[in-house]
């Protein structure tokens, strides 16, 4: 399967900062990416699905202009969230497909704290 | 719009005994059914999944099957180890549609 990661791996930050998590394929030229949101001891939960050169397509009650998504190529994909508040805190993971395929590998995961 | 629902939440087993994980869907166009291991901290990692055309899959100590009719497919984890001990997300979805993930289940296996 594709291998995908993320940077950074955990970030701390003041509430009030903007922050951005990076996602790469290493090994594939991805279609779609894909950004999750995991709180504690919860299932994933699809913040967006976005695809490279298009805006990204964000799942309800998820704010777009909070959650900035670019997709600049086809093994980068960021997401910046900004003005982070405590309850931003959560891990935030994306996945990624290849070709035709509804297969999605996922990345490691940023843990994100805001004080 | 589609619905998964996965039992139990948590599982604690014997090494060496079986586990199976059960899951629901609500969407009969559904036609894809991953199933993801999720350890601590990391990121979920794909550990077998089935499409609709078959009714079970095979892959050493773990198998899934799907009952296409009642809506429903399972995981299979025969001699169960330690390192087997995390949490379990089952998924589905139509083509390339999003995944809609299951509430997960974590197994632990005792040594």
């Known amino acids: 399967g594709a291998v995908v990661s993320q940077h950074p791996s955990r970030v701390i930050c003041k509430s009030g900062t903007s922050v951005k998590i990076e996602c790469r394929s290493l090994d594939f030229q991805a279609t779609t990416m894909f950004w999750y949101r995991q709180f504690p001891k919860q299932s994933l939960m699809l913040m967006a699905t976005s695809n490279e050169g298009s805006k990204a397509t964000y799942e309800q009650g998820v704010e777009k202009d909070k959650f900035l998504i670019n997709h600049a190529s086809l093994t980068l994909s960021t997401l910046t969230v900004t003005s982070a508040h405590p309850e931003d805190s959560s891990f935030y993971i994306c996945?990624?497909?290849?070709?035709?395929?509804?297969?999605?590998?996922f990345g490691p995961g940023t843990r994100l704290t805001v004080l | 719009g589609e619905n998964v629902e996965q039992h139990p939440s948590t599982l604690s087993v014997q090494e060496g005994d079986s586990a199976v994980i059960k899951c629901t869907y609500s969407?009969?166009?559904?036609?894809?059914f991953p199933w993801y291991k999720q350890e601590l901290g990391k990121g979920p990692q794909l550990i077998i999944d089935i499409r609709s055309n078959v009714g079970e899959k095979k892959d050493q100590r773990i198998a899934v099957t799907l009952n296409k009719t009642a809506k429903h497919f399972s995981l299979h984890i025969t001699e169960t180890q330690p390192e087997d001990s995390a949490v379990y997300f089952c998924a589905a979805s139509f083509n390339t549609d999003k995944l809609i993930f299951g509430t997960g289940t974590r197994l632990q296996v005792f040594p």
């Open positions: 996945s990624v497909t290849v070709g035709d395929s509804n297969e999605q590998f």
């Open positions: 969407d009969s166009a559904s036609n894809y």
